[in-house]
């Protein structure tokens, strides 16, 4: 299996322009079934907020679930740098050993071995033709830039998987573990980007999870609603830079640009210790 990195959408340094991505979309407007945990002050930690000692320190911090996912999407990879280990005894052992699994919390332990166990007996990816393969610590991919009438917004899309169907269609996947929700609009964003990555191409995209085995249905798109998706983007990122802009303007506004929604919730948001509004404990 021969992996190589996304193409690389023509990154011509140019002035700063507003962002967008399929996690801040969901900051926004959060999947449905999930409206109990949206809170807009956990966006305005995030996007203006960043850069204070204390909120950088909790960003950079990965939580259970995040640590979880990380080493899982790391362990799917190892495996297919040397797909011999998919047919070795010990196969899992070996990935246990370069991931340093040792050094985890027990429940992270626990978890992500389950999940190389999985995946070693179900290899998903053997025989199919990757041409990417996400390592899992790359850090933020390069930006496509998207120009949208009189407005250009650049689209991050943090894609863990792509390879190519007998019949020549890019199927982006993406990995899942916990109990993560399969988010139709993330599909939506990769379908998005693979217009400019692999123009001329047909593209679909699903969901994995692997700590159930769950294969999501294959997501499609016209034309005609990858335009529509473009639009809702490029409101998102305006707004986002708006308020960004009035914040810069008023950094006292904080909490009228950004209202708290206090709930049983706050327990489990990184930024409960420094928000005036969080409730420490649940009802």
């Avoid at 929700?181 to 993330?186: S, T």
């Avoid at 303007?249 to 206090?262: C, D, G």
Wanted: charged share 20%.
């Amino acid at each position: 299996m021969i992996v190589s990195p996304l193409p690389t959408y023509d990154p011509i340094k140019k002035p700063w322009y507003a962002s967008v991505s399929y996690k801040i979309w969901s900051e926004f407007s959060p999947p449905i079934g999930q409206e109990h945990w949206h809170c807009d002050m956990k966006r305005g930690f995030t996007r203006v907020r960043k850069r204070e000692p204390q909120v950088a320190a909790f960003l950079n911090q990965d939580n259970i679930p995040q640590r979880i996912g990380l080493l899982a999407q790391r362990g799917v990879y190892e495996f297919h740098q040397s797909p011999h280990l998919l047919s070795q005894a010990n196969g899992c052992d070996r990935v246990i050993k370069t991931l340093q699994l040792h050094q985890e919390l027990a429940e992270v332990q626990e978890k992500v071995f389950s999940i190389l166990q999985n995946y070693y007996r179900q290899p998903i990816l053997l025989n199919k033709n990757v041409i990417h393969l996400n390592r899992g610590d790359e850090g933020i991919p390069d930006p496509i830039l998207i120009e949208h009438g009189s407005f250009k917004f650049q689209l991050y899309a943090a894609i863990d998987c792509i390879f190519v169907e007998s019949n020549g269609t890019i199927h982006i996947l993406d990995f899942k573990t916990g109990t993560s929700q399969f988010d139709k609009r993330q599909a939506y964003v990769y379908l998005l980007a693979a217009k400019y990555l692999y123009p001329n191409r047909k593209a679909i995209a699903s969901f994995y999870n692997l700590e159930t085995n769950q294969w999501s249905n294959p997501v499609t798109a016209s034309d005609e609603a990858i335009e529509s998706i473009c639009i809702e983007l490029k409101l998102i990122a305006r707004r986002s830079q708006q308020e960004r802009y009035f914040y810069k303007q008023n950094i006292k506004s904080f909490n009228e640009l950004f209202p708290a929604n206090p709930s049983f919730a706050c327990q489990y948001c990184p930024f409960h210790s420094i928000c005036d509004f969080s409730i420490a404990e649940a009802s």
